[in-house]
């Protein structure tokens, strides 16, 4: 009975797939049919109502609030960077950026490897939660890419980074969780990127256009990977994103102009430094409110937040949150520009109304996914496979972080949802406890490329609302086969001690 009631709550999960991968509907329309799969289910197999005052009808309404709220701070993010880049469109600075990469390099190949993996990287270290395939897929469209590859191409290049994004944040949740070596849980999840990174890289090579290089990109992936791990090793986790995407990427640029050096690459040197003005300035935004001392905690604790029933919550740290940056850097860097504010208002205008049709699968997906957690199911799956795998959980150890990201949309959502389940099952079955969660961050970074909504984000960016499923069709696999390997890994490791 167990068995079958796990299959009835994986069964919505599988309904999304098939329809987005097989069936080629938009995630709105995906993402409904499994929200109503699931509604079936829940009242009535499940216990979303249990304990409630209201029942489930008070359980569906929680829902829907952390459905909306979590939305809400989804398109706050979405509705500045799709202003930015209508801005820096209107005003030629993405074709100032895009002369200022042939000025580095004429090969497509290598502007897509900067912006697609080295900037991907380190916007997913500095912020995380969205920004860099909101940020990138645009760029990447400026530079020739097509807008279906530079969302897959995004998405791609971000992965290896995510168990690391926004300064460490999702080992951090763990440690608090568990009380791990924090230097442990950093250096194990960085080996396993490290010794897999290049099969991410072996895809994302594969999505470029026409013209892509191997021996460069092979130089890219050692650029980023193995600084990774010597700064998971030496310094934890805050920094293996952030610094080898900084690190490796000025390696790899001045490599570029060493083997090819540029032709009057300087003389557009004022006008690519005011383009970059508002990328800029999310740096340095993101670094002043994320490194330095006493400025995270103190506007961290100026949030928007609510409580119902003990049981729907939502909180909005709005003064740190990636779109308040946006929309900072945006306003900044276009009186840096010469733009006065009134040159925003069109731009704001086009990109919210670009937004109604994203928001429709946006909602979908996520009370999709908080009806799962607050009616058990996530947990039915988690029992079910517990119980069926045994001593070979290590290899489905990353599978299920990759799940709950899947569910969530966050590398850090995942790891405070499964990551007391991962250390217990360690524990039962006598296995390295800081390994099995160390793989659960490993497996839940690599998630975030087949997640709906990351997806939805990504399309909304370049235009392709409604075609999510030509994204998940070129992501799958990826996920898939780095998922395995990586719990192949993972029993060997544990069978070795």
């Known amino acids: 009975m167990d068995g079958v009631q796990a299959a009835l709550a994986a069964s919505p999960i599988a309904l999304v797939l098939l329809l987005m991968v097989v069936g080629r509907w938009s995630a709105a329309r995906a993402g409904a049919a499994g929200l109503a799969a699931a509604a079936l289910l829940a009242p009535t197999l499940f216990d979303l109502g249990d304990g409630l005052p209201g029942g489930t009808v008070a359980g569906f309404a929680g829902v829907l609030a952390e459905g909306l709220f979590t939305s809400m701070t989804i398109l706050w993010i979405l509705w500045p960077a799709l202003a930015l880049y209508e801005v820096q469109r209107e005003s030629g600075a993405l074709d100032t950026i895009r002369n200022g990469l042939r000025g580095l390099s004429e090969r497509s190949g290598i502007q897509v490897l900067l912006v697609g993996w080295f900037l991907s990287l380190f916007l997913e270290g500095a912020a995380g939660f969205g920004t ?294 360690a524990q039962a079955l006598g296995l390295s406890t800081v390994t099995i969660v160390a793989a659960q961050n490993f497996g839940a970074g690599v998630g975030n490329i087949v997640c709906p909504h990351n997806i939805v984000a990504g399309a909304a960016t370049v235009g392709l609302a409604g075609q999510e499923g030509q994204v998940l069709r070129r992501t799958l696999l990826p996920c898939l086969a780095y998922l395995l390997l990586g719990g192949a890994l993972l029993m060997a490791w544990t069978a070795g001690g």
Not at 194 to 222: I, S
């Open 132 to 425: 860099p395939v909101a940020l990138t897929a645009p760029l990447l469209v400026g530079l020739g890419v097509a807008p279906v590859q530079a969302v897959v191409l995004s998405l791609l290049g971000h992965a290896v980074g995510v168990s690391f994004g926004a300064l460490g944040t999702p080992v951090l949740a763990q440690v608090a969780l568990t009380g791990l070596d924090p230097m442990a849980l950093a250096w194990r999840a960085a080996l396993l990127h490290t010794l897999l990174g290049g099969l991410m890289m072996f895809f994302f090579h594969r999505a470029q256009p026409a013209g892509g290089e191997p021996a460069w990109a092979a130089v890219a992936a050692a650029a980023f990977l193995l600084p990774s791990l010597a700064l998971a090793w030496l310094l934890g986790p805050e920094l293996p994103t952030l610094g080898s995407a900084l690190v490796g990427g000025v390696f790899f640029a001045l490599l570029v102009r060493r083997q090819a050096p540029p032709r009057n690459a300087a003389s557009g040197a004022p006008a690519l430094l005011r383009a970059l003005w508002p990328y800029l300035l999310l740096v340095l935004l993101v670094i002043a409110t994320r490194a330095l001392p006493g400025v995270s905690s103190a506007l961290g604790s100026i949030a928007l937040e609510w409580r119902w029933h003990e049981r729907f919550s939502g909180r909005m740290a709005w003064l740190v949150h990636p779109g308040t940056l946006l929309f900072i850097a945006l306003v900044l860097g276009a009186r840096l520009q010469g733009a006065g504010l009134r040159a925003l208002h069109g731009p704001l205008g086009r990109s919210a109304r670009r937004l109604v049709p994203v928001t429709a699968a946006l909602v979908a997906m996520l009370c999709l996914s908080r009806l799962m957690v607050h009616a058990g199911m996530i947990d039915a799956i988690q029992a079910a496979a517990v119980r069926g795998v045994g001593h070979w959980w290590p290899l489905v150890a990353p599978a299920v972080g990759a799940l709950g990201s899947f569910v969530t949309g966050s590398a850090t959502a995942s790891n405070v949802l499964f990551t007391s389940l991962q250390a217990q099952t």
